[in-house]
């Protein structure tokens, strides 16, 4: 069930910072925000998660609003290789790996 | 290995055939999940393992697909007289965990195509 709402494609600069949106306006208070991306030919690669709190780690950040109902992930210098599809999930993290994919957001990088 | 190892890579298939799919999961993952993923849409969910226990298969699309991992390692998916819709990019990802948070790791698929 789609519980998210991202915009089907999104460009960026190489270099440049990339923010990716994502609405989840019905989310749960026990419910995680997950982003994983695809890059073409490949399976989809977990990038981060968080419940509240904004989190960082070696490949992104995770900034979700106070009230949670949003968040945005951000790539802080894109390169070509970051190009893929961006899917962000919401789940109680205990749903045993049935995620929602939807159709996520196409980043495409250009040089 | 330090993947998630799936084989074959790409398979044509005639109509009525059955196929059968690997995966390698990465060593000691409790976990394993097979997703089905139709061009420009994305993964959905078909079946999940712990260990050797299918726990919830409730997203095979009909009787015709099958999965088992016997010895709670490999795993299988086994399509029976495969149709054309049948037509898609197999994913298997695995995880440490048994319960808690989704981080799965996915190997690069297998595409299926039925003629």
């Known amino acids: 069930d789609a519980k998210t709402t991202q915009p089907p494609s999104m460009d960026c600069a190489e270099g440049r910072a990339a923010n990716l949106p994502c609405n989840h306006s019905t989310i749960s208070g026990n419910e995680y925000v997950y982003w994983y991306r695809q890059i073409h030919s490949q399976g989809p690669q977990y990038i981060i998660h968080?419940?509240?709190n904004n989190e960082t780690n070696e490949m992104a950040s995770l900034i979700i609003t106070e009230d949670r109902k949003s968040s945005t992930l951000i790539l802080p210098h894109a390169t070509l290789r970051d190009t893929a599809v961006y899917y962000c999930i919401v789940d109680r993290g205990s749903t045993l790996g049935r995620l929602y994919f939807g159709r996520g957001t196409q980043l495409t990088v250009w040089p | 290995g330090a993947g998630v190892s799936q084989s074959p890579r790409y398979k044509v298939a005639k109509r009525g055939q059955d196929v059968a799919l690997r995966c390698d999961p990465i060593?000691?993952?409790?976990?394993l999940f097979w997703y089905q993923q139709a061009l420009g849409q994305g993964p959905e969910f078909l079946t999940y393992?712990?260990?050797?226990?299918?726990?919830?298969k409730s997203g095979l699309p009909s009787d015709r697909f099958f999965a088992e991992r016997p010895e709670g390692s490999v795993s299988t998916l086994k399509i029976q007289r495969t149709q054309q819709e049948d037509s898609a990019v197999y994913l298997c990802a695995s995880s440490p965990h048994n319960s808690g948070a989704n981080v799965l790791t996915f190997g690069a698929g297998s595409r299926l195509t039925v003629l």
């Open positions: 060593s000691g993952h409790v976990s």
């Open positions: 393992f712990q260990n050797e226990a299918q726990l919830d």
């Open positions: 968080g419940l509240k």
